[in-house]
């Protein structure tokens, strides 16, 4: 009997289980964030563009941790609000790190930020105090991770040397809760080897 006949009839026989737990460790939350939101150039614009070069905001270098029960994700801030004059930007402008505290929450089956707080290390000025208030409602409207999406990549990737194929379906992220090591999300979900 091969090895993969029975992997597959163990499967097939085991009882029908409801719900799994997900664990996402930081560093995964780091690469997923690169590829899904730090997407141009290692960069997440915020306000304006890279053709913008006066009038732009970004984030780059993400890192993702646990503090007191919440997601922080650690980062760079560049940004100016300016006009180009004679060649040269003029008006306000600043480049510091940051962290950026917040509840992992489900909305619309996508993992997605509430609570959040910004906290520049003790820096403050005008510019800062903006900045900090913007990227709060930023993050908290747009920032999404697609789990389903994800989940079906992995699931279903196709090993070309495999006499089957795994099928995704039913989908439902439900809850996230944050631990020191991990992202822990309690998904549902059948997996249909074919």
Sequence with gaps: MSRRFVVLMVLAAAPAARGAEVRLTYGAIGRLMADQVF???GRKYVSGGKDKRCDNAYLERPAAGEWNGQL????????????DVFGRCVGLGDAFDLTVAATPVV??????LADVRIDTGGK?????????KALSESLEKEFSLDMASRARELLEERDPRAAFRRRLSGFEFRQVKVTREAVILDVDFALTVE
Excluded: C, H, N, P
């Excluded at 403050?124 to 900090?132: A, E, G, L, N, T």
């Design 107 to 112: 909305k619309r089956g996508k993992l997605a």
């Design 124 to 132: 403050d000025s005008f510019y800062i105090r903006r900045v900090r």
């Design 39 to 41: 997407t141009q150039e």
């Design 72 to 83: 922080i994700v650690k980062a760079r801030f560049s940004g100016r609000k300016g006009l």
